[in-house]
Nanobody, 117 residues
Framework: QVQLVESGGGWVQPGGSLRLSCAAS????????MGWYRQAPGKERELVAT???????DYRDSVKGRFTISRDNAKNTVDLQMDSLKPEDTAVYYC???????????WGQGTQVTVSS
C-alpha cells in the first residue's frame, strides 16, 4: 500500500519561510507526478505545485516566485520550499502522488501551515 508521509509544517510570521517534505513508500512503480495541494478552512482543496518525474513543474499563480518544488525520483521524495509566506497561505498542506501504472492518486495525511503575526 502506498504511503505518503509529510513533515515540516508549523507556524511562521508573514515574510518567513518553511520547508515541507514528503516521502513515499510502498510502490515499485515510478510516481509520475508528485506535489502539494492545500485546503484552507471553508475552502476547496487546491493545487499548490506539482512536478512530473521528467521534471516539468506546475505552480498556482499566487505562489509563483515564492514557492519552489523539488523532488528526488530515486528516493521518492518531494519538497516544497516556501518563502515570503503570507497569511493567505495558511492551510493544511497535502502531499500528492499519481502513479500512471496503477491509475491511482495517493494522498498524505496533511500538515498544518499557519502564517500569522
Amino acid at each position: 500500500q502506498v504511503q505518503l508521509v509529510e513533515s515540516g509544517g508549523g507556524w511562521v510570521q508573514p515574510g518567513g519561510s518553511l520547508r515541507l517534505s514528503c516521502a513515499a513508500s510502498g510502490t515499485p512503480y515510478i510516481i509520475n507526478v508528485m506535489g502539494w495541494y492545500r485546503q484552507a478552512p471553508g475552502k476547496e482543496r487546491e493545487l499548490v505545485a506539482t512536478m512530473r518525474s521528467v521534471g516539468n513543474t506546475d505552480y498556482r499563480d499566487s505562489v509563483k516566485g515564492r514557492f519552489t518544488i523539488s523532488r528526488d525520483n530515486a528516493k521518492n521524495t518531494v519538497d516544497l520550499q516556501m518563502d515570503s509566506l503570507k497569511p493567505e497561505d495558511t492551510a493544511v498542506y497535502y502531499c500528492y502522488g499519481y502513479i500512471l501504472l496503477d491509475g491511482q492518486e495517493h494522498w498524505g495525511q496533511g500538515t498544518q501551515v499557519t502564517v500569522s503575526s
